[in-house]
């Protein structure tokens, strides 16, 4: 496609009215899978998988616990789509396709969006296994000029200053504490925090996860935000599930060099450091472990959604 052709939608829409059957074609929700969670769209009742290779204006995920297939299906009797897995700006991915699907959805109908990622955690308070229900969110990269709504708008009944504060749906929200409080959870399988959104695909240093830390920011990750400003923007109500896979790498206090080696010219013996890293095999591993209490929540939540509840319809 040109860097500046039109998107795609029309084309991408008929594609879509070929290979899905007219029972699914009006999804109630939209789900997008993060890194090793694509197991959610594996209990669809119904399911239609589609190769993103076949839809006009959809990309390819490049990158290992995504897979590059949406799926439309039924939980319980509630029609919705899945992406089995996103694009990111690291693999090279413009902002405008990261958030194509996303817009797909809306045009189909989608008015409640559930995004789900894997992220590390940068309050000492969460554990790894924990589940944060994000209402708030840090882009640095929005504020520098990295924002997938920059440019010409997509539609000119949208708004041009779109107010984010209320990005993330209360209503929605609500519903994720009582399917947690349905599946009798214990109270710290889940939390509320605040996603940090940097471009990666480096891992924070160890100054800047503090820097996070000290702006707000509960976990983060390479994802979600871009996804949530474009449903934003289409108007539909957007919730949040980001899986703590990892602590990001924050040591308590900076053992110095020189000391360590004055101490040891001194002929004292000196206690020693291994520096700790993060790595995806481990962020895959946790996705694995927790991936059916993420799909636990998110079919319950669907079922509230499906019944009316929430006032999130
Ligand atoms: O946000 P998702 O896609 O879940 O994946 C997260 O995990 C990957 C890093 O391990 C990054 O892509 C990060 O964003
Ligand atoms: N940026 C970032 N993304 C992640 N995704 C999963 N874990 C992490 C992490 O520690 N940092």
Redesign the pocket.
Known sequence: MHPDAPLPFAETLSVLQTLVPPKLLSPRVGIICG?GLSGLGGSLKEVVLISYDRLPGFVQSTVPGHKSFLAFGLIGSVPVVAMLGRFHPYEGHKLSSVVYPVRVMAKMGVKNIIITN???ALNPNLAVGTIVVVHDHIALPNLTGMNPLLGPQIDSSYSRFLPISDAYSRSLRRLVFQAAHQLSLDREALAEGTYAW?S?PT??TAAEGRFLRAAGADV???STVPEVLAAREEGMNVMVLSLV??M?VIPEGYKSVREEVEAELAGKVTEAVVDEV?SHEE?LTLGREKGDLMKALVEKVVEFIGNGNGGAV
Do not use: D, K, L, P
Request: a negative charge.
């Open positions: 890194s894997a992220a590390g940097v990666g891992y924070e983060v990750g390479m896979t990892n990001v993060v962020v």
